[in-house]
């Protein structure tokens, strides 16, 4: 068993690795899986040999589709042409004006597959690139595609096709531009939703702060991921295509004579059905087994399009001596120089990053959220700070906010400065705020599966960050790829840079987001939650990472994080937040042993300690406030022990607790005595 069929010692026991399988897929995997899978296999050699046959249709029909011989009219299959004592049969017999079916149905198969491909084509670029802009961008341009979207899928399609035929006239690129106007629509509408989705998910929060451009992060972050519902349906639509140009032949809409179409031998047949019943009989088993083929085709692609899909698929044993890929000899972290220049910032100031005043406020229908209320926080070179708070007291939002990620709408920054070095980063140009975010700053979110991009895989993804701001050849790029993953401890890196994100546990993926957050050694690291979800020894074996990491670059860190004891050994400074405010700041020696706000004290008390021995932990009473219905006076008094009249009525400024700490109660004088 290789290295990287294993998890490390701090993920669990040493396990088989279930996705091995599913590495480097080659040709013979694929044919043995198929043979495997009959009823894949048959409608993809049926396909192929439907695709050679109209391709070679000039080569492979005996006769010529539009030979006409009326002594041989209706003639049974297997005939021979009358008049003739030797030459081709008529495999399949022979239609009503003497001509070969067999040779017109393999014509017929090129027009059928031409207006199919051709129409799916045009329909599809024009739907998906209406999705994705109308999915990323919203606004206007959502209101206006989907409402066309609504009034053209109210409409039955092959009525508003024989509408337009009957206007414009019959012929293969007007039956081409019609079904690309009336089959656009399906293509906008599902890549619509499904851009709306990936727009959320934090793989793209990611490329925008890396400073990806709009257009790089829908076709190259958005679109890949698009790739497997986008070619099933696709595969779908030629199908409905076909069916549509058939039904449009038959009724005398379509490809004129002589042109041998599937639909028109269907109605040139209808006459003869008892009397000659193969002329209905082939072409209509011909659109039959197409259909059906595609459809079935379609689950094929959506299996080797998705990784995921592709792994439960090929995971099942190929058998004893099954071939595997050859072992790579493992690169050592020496063998690699990372040689990037130390940034130099133009204008530096006191502080590596200065909050003033943060505001940030969701507009909804229901009202106004004030997430972010006034914040102000100060962090230097080599420093650590740790936001804590509740969920919903805006740790998170305060963060997009710093780095420039905000789902704007409905969020919006109302006030306030974030001086990056002196840049304030809230008034700088959009293109010099996703270069200042992909250089030197970065962030870890919270859920490293949904921020890493699956249709990629890790290597490719930590390499982007050399060719998007280095412009670093992409094999450079892998090898500082596996050099970073040896940074932070991801065994048998070599090995393991071409997998997906699935194929690793929750510890290894939050590596691979630390090695691409680190790649270009950045001066401020933002980590919001980054041992959510993780064991004990995972969460301290990340910890110790970021701050060995931190350690080495120098760089300022931000957490982000509801649980104090992750946090203990490693924040210098304490921000803690509630309800859109920081109530209490200071030292985290200072604020751990003397808490000087009530919020503070009951987070800590309802951390277990092993140094004491309790029944039961504490909890604070109550829930966070609405955002929207923020109490008067202190927010946090609805919930407090230690609350006083003044305190519902005149809001709590933060006051000098000691020379580098602040605390925003009334009453924090009696919190300090009472420790």
């Not at 690139?129 to 609504?150: F, K, N, P, T």
């Not at 696709?234 to 032949?249: D, F, K, M």
């Not at 044993?317 to 050592?332: F, K, R, W």
Request: charged content about 20%; aromatic content about 6%.
């Amino acid at each position: 068993m290789t290295a990287s069929n294993q998890m490390t010692a701090g993920d669990g026991p040493a396990v088989p690795d279930p996705f091995e399988a599913a590495r480097g897929i080659t040709a013979r995997k694929l044919l043995r899986a198929l043979w495997r899978d009959k009823l894949m296999l048959f409608p993809l050699i049926f396909l192929a040999a439907l695709f050679v046959a109209s391709v070679g249709a000039d080569f492979l029909a005996p006769h010529d589709p539009l030979d006409q011989n009326l002594r041989s009219r209706n003639l049974p299959p297997m005939s021979m042409p009358a008049a003739e004592a030797e030459g081709f049969r008529y495999i399949l017999g022979a239609d009503p004006l003497g001509r070969d079916l067999f040779s017109r149905l393999i014509h017929g198969a090129r027009v059928s597959l031409a207006v199919g491909l051709a129409s799916v084509l045009a329909s599809g670029t024009i739907g998906i690139l209406l999705g994705l802009m109308a999915g990323y961008h919203r606004g206007w341009l959502d209101d206006l595609v989907m409402r066309g979207v609504d009034v053209l899928l109210g409409i039955p399609g092959l009525l508003l096709a024989l509408f337009i035929l009957f206007l414009v006239g019959t012929g293969f690129w007007n039956l081409v531009i019609v079904f690309a106007l009336t089959r656009w629509m399906i293509y906008a509408r599902v890549t619509r939703g499904l851009t709306l989705s990936f727009r959320e998910q934090p793989f793209v929060e990611g490329a925008q702060t890396i400073g990806c451009s709009d257009s790089r992060i829908i076709f190259r972050h958005i679109l890949p991921n698009l790739a497997s519902p986008i070619l099933v349906l696709a595969t779908l639509e030629i199908a409905i295509v076909i069916l549509a140009e058939a039904g449009l032949s038959f009724l005398g809409m379509g490809i004129q004579p002589p042109a041998p179409t599937w639909g028109r031998m269907v109605a040139e047949g209808r006459d003869y059905i008892t009397s000659a019943p193969w002329l209905i009989t082939f072409p209509g088993l011909a659109i039959l087994l197409t259909a059906l083929s595609l459809n079935l085709s379609a689950a094929w692609l959506r299996m080797v399009s998705d990784p995921v899909q592709r792994w439960r698929w090929f995971a099942s044993p190929l058998g004893p001596g099954s071939a595997t890929d050859a072992p790579v000899a493992p690169v050592h972290s020496d063998s690699i120089e990372m040689s990037e220049p130390p940034h130099t910032p133009a204008a530096k100031g006191r502080h590596l990053l200065e909050v003033n005043g943060l505001r940030v406020n969701f507009r909804t229908p229901e009202g106004t959220l004030n997430a972010v209320n006034g914040i102000s926080y100060t962090l230097d070179r080599g420093q650590t700070l740790a936001i804590l708070g509740e969920s919903g007291s805006g740790k998170t939002v305060s963060a997009e906010a710093v780095i420039g990620i905000l789902d704007s709408p409905p969020a919006f920054v109302t006030g306030g400065s974030v001086l990056f070095d002196g840049v304030d980063l809230l008034q700088v140009q959009p293109a010099r705020r996703r270069r200042l975010c992909g250089e030197r700053i970065a962030m870890i979110f919270q859920d490293p599966l949904s921020a890493l991009n699956p249709a990629y895989t890790v290597g490719s993804q930590i390499a982007a960050m050399f060719q998007e701001h280095r412009g670093t050849s992409k094999r450079e790029a892998t090898a500082k790829a596996i050099e970073l993953m040896d940074r932070v401890r991801i065994p048998s890196a070599r090995e393991r840079v071409h997998d997906y994100p699935h194929q690793f546990s929750g510890g290894m993926r939050q590596r691979v987001m630390i090695a691409s957050a680190i790649a270009l050694d950045p001066d401020l690291l933002i980590a919001d939650e980054p041992t959510t979800a993780l064991d004990v020894t995972i969460q301290a074996q990340i910890m110790e990472l970021l701050a060995e990491l931190q350690q080495e670059t120098g760089m300022g860190l931000i957490l982000i994080t509801h649980d104090l004891g992750v946090v203990a050994d490693v924040a210098d400074r304490v921000a803690v937040m509630y309800a859109g405010k920081i109530v209490e700041t200071g030292p985290i020696e200072e604020i751990y042993n003397r808490p000087a706000h009530p919020y503070t004290k009951g987070l800590l008390e309802s951390v277990p300690r092993v140094d004491q021995k309790l029944d039961s932990l504490q909890q604070i009473s109550g829930a966070p406030p609405n955002l929207r219905l923020i109490p008067s006076g202190c927010p946090f008094h609805p919930r407090c022990t230690y609350v006083i009249d003044r305190c519902s009525v005149e809001p709590p400024p933060l006051y000098p607790v000691s020379q580098e700490r602040s605390a925003a109660c009334h009453r924090f004088e009696d919190l300090l005595h009472d420790n």
